[in-house]
């Protein structure tokens, strides 16, 4: 279920102290393994603070739906969640990371990465690449109806589940690729 969680969902938050501060700073993510990864500029509190062996928390929630109960008080959500703890590390050797940044580009679009321009060598030395290991995570999920105590079950008051689901829309060309060919990955985007 953890590699599901993490698999499905584009965006994780990681909380970790810099300087006396507590910082959460949402960021993409993917997976390789049993590491999670994310990238960013080497300038970047983030990854300056994450690169120097600081403690932290990656969080990932998924929303699946809201459950609606007939006390105020016993509503609740169904979700699939995980948070992963200990300290990133720096993903090391070019061949590395541009293995682990293709990974990165077939979460996005598979196939994606053979089409577009790799980076140049500015820009993979201006980006640290970071994982940290999947080993002390936790996953929490809820996916239940309302559950009413039985006093509040007689009252005239609908109850039950408003599912919730991400869904792709239909994509939206720039401009300037007007006369391009539209690949298969998006022109299958939405199914």
């Not at 996916?143 to 408003?162: F, I, N, R, T, Y």
Request: proline share 4%.
């Amino acid at each position: 279920m953890l590699h599901q969680i993490i698999d499905e969902a584009y965006v994780c938050h990681i909380a970790f102290t810099a300087g006396g501060e507590t910082h959460c700073i949402p960021t993409s993510h993917w997976r390789k393994d049993d590491y999670l990864y994310i990238h960013g500029s080497n300038g970047s509190r983030l990854i300056k603070a994450l690169s120097g062996g600081n403690e932290a928390s990656v969080a990932i929630t998924l929303l699946d739906g809201l459950v609606l109960a007939k006390s105020a008080f016993s509503h609740t959500m169904n979700y699939r969640s995980a948070v992963i703890y200990g300290q990133f590390e720096v993903v090391q050797g070019k061949t590395q990371k541009l293995e682990a940044l293709d990974v990165f580009m077939d979460k996005i679009a598979e196939g994606r990465k053979s089409e577009v321009r790799p980076g140049n060598a500015r820009e993979v030395n201006a980006t640290t690449l970071l994982r940290i290991p999947l080993t002390e995570a936790a996953v929490k999920v809820s996916q239940s109806g309302p559950s009413d105590k039985e006093e509040d079950v007689g009252l005239a008051v609908w109850a039950g589940v408003l599912p919730l689901k991400m869904t792709a829309m239909p994509p939206v060309a720039a401009d300037y690729t007007a006369d391009v060919a539209i690949p298969a990955y998006v022109k299958t985007w939405t199914e």
